[in-house]
């Protein structure tokens, strides 16, 4: 089960699926980057992971800090993914899902939303 690929094409998907996401969102990221790794330690089927401060959390002493990171896991994506169009929709889903938890977006309305 699951598909191989080269963490150099999958870089690619990922960077597809953010040209994806409304410019006037992508002006609004701010201090977030995307990161692709093989799997989560604590959870290796987890798809994708954000860490940060979101946007709707931040106040006016937010500075100085690290940036927020979406993490997007590799192995575990092409785990459940039996060819590369399956790919490409999973990694553009986790991809929305997480740069939404950056926005402020809890997984109960993602998940209402269908981007679960």
């Not at 060819?83 to 929709?89: H, M, P």
């Amino acid at each position: 089960m699951g598909i191989w690929m080269t963490r150099h094409r999958f870089e690619e998907l990922v960077s597809d699926a953010l040209d994806t996401i409304p410019a006037e969102l992508t002006a609004a990221m701010d201090n977030v980057v995307v990161l692709v790794a093989d799997r989560n330690e604590h959870d290796p089927g987890l798809l994708g992971l954000y860490e940060g401060i979101a946007l709707t959390e931040r106040t006016s002493s937010y500075g100085g800090v690290l940036p927020d990171r979406i993490t997007i896991y590799q192995d575990a994506i092409l785990d459940i993914c039996l060819d590369e169009d399956t790919v490409v929709e999973e990694v553009a889903i986790t991809v929305v899902h997480e740069v939404a938890h950056h926005f402020g977006i809890d997984e109960q309305t993602l998940h209402r939303l269908g981007w679960g």
